[in-house]
């Protein structure tokens, strides 16, 4: 299922992440693009509809509107997000890079068609992925097109297959949106449409002074590709009636990081703001 990085290409239905267009050049040439793109263990869990743990059964292919696509097929022994597992459900995993070569290979020869190419970031090597051996698979949300077998699913990005001992992961990561609230737990982990990673590793707090302004922190690791900061950000109350309160942003890596509330010792609400 490994094909060459040059060529692979993922259909990522109804997401960011992939998008592609087809069109000649001004002046007749032709020209064509692929935005090769990573993907973290935290953006395939938010990325993807399902993800389902199991034992490979099979590696094989399935031939489908004249083409060859190969699959792997996994009995599922737990569903870690997304629609739950039934008892005996046997998947079919096929990688979307085969079906979109072969639904725009006339374009991709041409090369008119531009189009972003996900990668799981550390991916199981392939002759890991053999009968017997224990999975993760990210999969896609939408049905394969006709001719695919019935229990057919696409991976959610290139080689999106990971070591069963992960699964307690998954539920850690939540999908976040830039502008909005979001609350994490202790121990979550926020996740951005980009792929930045927030997690809350503490709180902590000042004594004050007798009369003088109380403050406490939320520690918050960020992480963006191989770059990552503990970011404090505090939240101070002044005495008065009413108490004036304020909670700080900070700048990091493009983003503005600010505090909305925070429950201490449990939960923290956080907000970022993307810089244009």
Do not use: C
């Amino acid at each position: 299922m490994r094909a060459a990085r040059a060529t692979r290409s993922v259909v990522v239905a109804a997401t960011a992440l992939l998008g592609f267009a087809i069109g000649s050049a001004p002046d007749g040439a032709r020209a064509g693009s692929v935005a090769f793109q990573t993907i973290s263990f935290g953006r395939a869990v938010t990325l993807s509809a399902r993800v389902v743990k199991g034992k490979v059964t099979a590696r094989s292919e399935a031939k489908v509107d004249g083409g060859t696509f190969h699959y792997v097929e996994i009995a599922v022994d737990a569903a870690l997000k997304g629609t739950p597992a039934k008892v005996g459900e046997r998947v079919r995993v096929f990688d979307g890079a085969e079906w979109f070569q072969h639904t725009h290979a006339a374009a991709i020869k041409a090369g008119v068609v531009s189009y972003a190419d996900p990668h799981y970031a550390k991916p199981l090597p392939a002759a890991e992925i053999k009968p017997g051996a224990g999975v993760i698979a990210f999969l896609r949300g939408d049905a394969p097109p006709p001719g695919f077998p019935a229990n057919a699913a696409f991976l959610s990005a290139g080689e999106a297959f990971e070591r069963p001992e992960r699964a307690p992961d998954v539920a850690r990561f939540k999908s976040a949106a830039f502008g909005d609230p979001i609350t994490v737990k202790m121990g979550e982990i926020a996740v951005l449409p980009d792929g930045l990673e927030l997690e809350v590793k503490g709180h902590t707090h000042k004594r004050p002074l007798a009369g003088g302004p109380r403050k406490e922190m939320a520690e918050v690791e960020a992480r963006a590709g191989e770059r990552k900061e503990l970011i404090v950000l505090g939240h101070v109350v002044e005495p008065g009636t009413p108490p004036k309160e304020s909670w700080q942003t900070r700048a990091w890596q493009g983003y503005d990081l600010s505090l909305v509330a925070m429950k201490h010792g449990d939960e923290t609400t956080l907000r970022v703001v993307r810089r244009p």
